[in-house]
């Protein structure tokens, strides 16, 4: 059926007149009528009666109101569902442990008026692809990964450089340290399991231990981070790379140390990517809100792949 029918049929029925309700829907009576007419036509019965009152509902006519109203109600609803600040936010925030799940709780927190619908994907590939049909609003990710670029229409701001520590347990032979510098990584075992080939952060760490000399072991299989770290804390040579922004508490007993990794200092690159055309105001909020709150540099020199950036 066609809705602007279904609203002129529901009007008359409000109304009670063809005139009043042309006029409530800014038209004429003759557009009114003939929509009338067409809906009739196409349903097959018989709607209204003029009478010296006005205009009065056939049966047929009672019978259909509930349903015409329902059915406007359905598209009020479904172009809400659509309507730039009438939905929710959708970001995808690539892991809930990660830092960015963490900027977006704080972005929440400052701006708990706007809905959001948090979700994580995996790999850049899809989560540029993701941005570009309109899937989602907005994803983190470092770019653009060798090989890579980003769509025509899609755009990025860099919110975060976050600085890497080494998490080793406490038989490690860095656990006692201060700090350590990337060349003492040379040579040292970084369990990694995680690191998928294809993903941004795969490429982010084949670029630093082609620079500083560690061994990245992606030997899995990956039974998530707690099993990373009850391993990592029974082991005098494993490492891993952690994050003092990464959201994680472990058993007291572990003892794991977060060593601090300097002169220079890796960060991991974060970018906010976003459609240029996305007129959501909440986007708007979240870019202005990370731009404003982005972390201060890392105090010396830092160091981040080439492409990152």
Not at 1 to 27: E, R, Y
Not at 51 to 78: K, M, N, S, V
Not at 257 to 284: E, F, M
Request: hydrophobic share 45%; proline share 8%; net charge negative.
């Amino acid at each position: 059926m066609d809705l602007k029918a279904v609203k002129a049929f529901v009007a008359i029925a409000d109304a009670g007149q063809f005139q009043k309700a042309a006029v409530d829907l800014s038209l004429t009576q003759q557009a009114v009528s003939k929509r009338i007419a067409a809906l009739e036509k196409d349903l097959g019965v018989r709607l209204l009666v003029r009478t010296p009152r006005g205009a009065e509902l056939t049966i047929d006519g009672q019978a259909l109101l509930p349903h015409a109203r329902a059915l406007l109600q359905a598209e009020e609803r479904a172009v809400a569902a659509v309507r730039p600040g009438d939905r929710a936010l959708r970001v995808d925030v690539v892991g809930r442990r990660a830092a960015t799940a963490g900027l977006v709780r704080d972005f929440h927190r400052a701006h708990p008026e706007i809905a959001l619908d948090v979700i994580a994907l995996f790999g850049a590939d899809a989560a540029v692809t993701a941005v570009r049909d309109g899937a989602v609003d907005a994803t983190f990710r470092a770019v653009t990964m060798p090989g890579h670029r980003l769509p025509d229409g899609v755009s990025a701001v860099p919110v975060l450089d976050e600085p890497l520590r080494l998490c080793v347990g406490p038989d490690h032979e860095f656990a006692r340290a201060p700090w350590i510098t990337p060349a003492q990584l040379a040579g040292q075992r970084i369990w990694m399991p995680g690191n998928e080939p294809g993903t941004e952060w795969s490429a982010y760490y084949d670029d630093l231990a082609a620079a500083f000399g560690p061994t990245i072991d992606t030997i899995g299989p990956n039974f998530g981070v707690e099993a990373l770290l009850d391993t990592i804390a029974d082991s005098p040579t494993l490492a891993t790379f952690l994050s003092e922004r990464t959201p994680l508490v472990w058993p007291a007993g572990h003892d794991l140390r977060l060593v601090p990794v300097i002169d220079p200092t890796p960060v991991y690159p974060h970018s906010l990517l976003w459609r240029t055309d996305n007129a959501h105001p909440g986007l708007a909020a979240l870019r202005d809100h990370l731009v404003a709150t982005r972390p201060r540099l890392v105090e010396g020199e830092v160091w981040k792949p080439r492409w990152a950036g």
